[in-house]
């Protein structure tokens, strides 16, 4: 009787496969985001809408370009860890290798990612500083609570995947066997 395949394949793909599939949504949705706020029409838009209100119009802090690369690197991101969740599903021994280079490129990724965000934060609470009432200036304090809150919990999300692959690929499974189950792969 053959031996059987290894049943911690098929969730670790299927995991990887959904989270590459979210990390591309999400890419997406913030390269999108991030370009409407850089384009002149947002700045219109909002212009028009103060002014409808009486108020007038301060432009906000723009996402910086910076900001606009690391979404982008995060799109081709999501990409590797799709391909190295299918690659484990078909039992391939290179879908360890593009699990631990796509976990490696996301702890950089989650770096800069905070540190572009850090810097965002900060211009958006000097900003409100200036230009805000003094109902939103007021809650500044506990918004920089929540905000550290929140950057917290995100690192942990964010590095939480990356994490478990660097421990399962690089220190428990570490032959192609591991993978293949003994079997040869699919083509």
Known sequence: MPPEPPGWVKPVGILSIVFGSLGIIGSVCGLAVSGWMISPVWDDMMRQAAEASGDTYTPMPKPSIGSLMQQAA????????????????????????LHLIWAVGKV???????????????????????????????????????????????????????????IWFGLVKTKPDDITGGFEPAA
Not at 74 to 97: E, N, S
Not at 118 to 141: C, I, K, R, V
């Open 108 to 166: 950089v990724l989650v770096i800069w990612g905070t540190w572009i965000g850090l810097q965002y934060s900060a211009q958006m609470t000097e900003w409100a500083e200036q230009h805000g009432d003094p109902q939103a200036t007021g809650m500044m304090g506990f918004g920089g609570v929540a905000s550290t809150a929140t950057t917290v919990l995100m690192i942990i999300w964010q590095l939480a995947w990356p994490t478990f692959c660097l």
């Open 74 to 97: 995060l799109f081709a991101w999501a990409i590797v860890l799709l391909v190295a969740g299918i690659q484990t599903l078909m039992r391939k021994p290179v879908a360890r290798a």
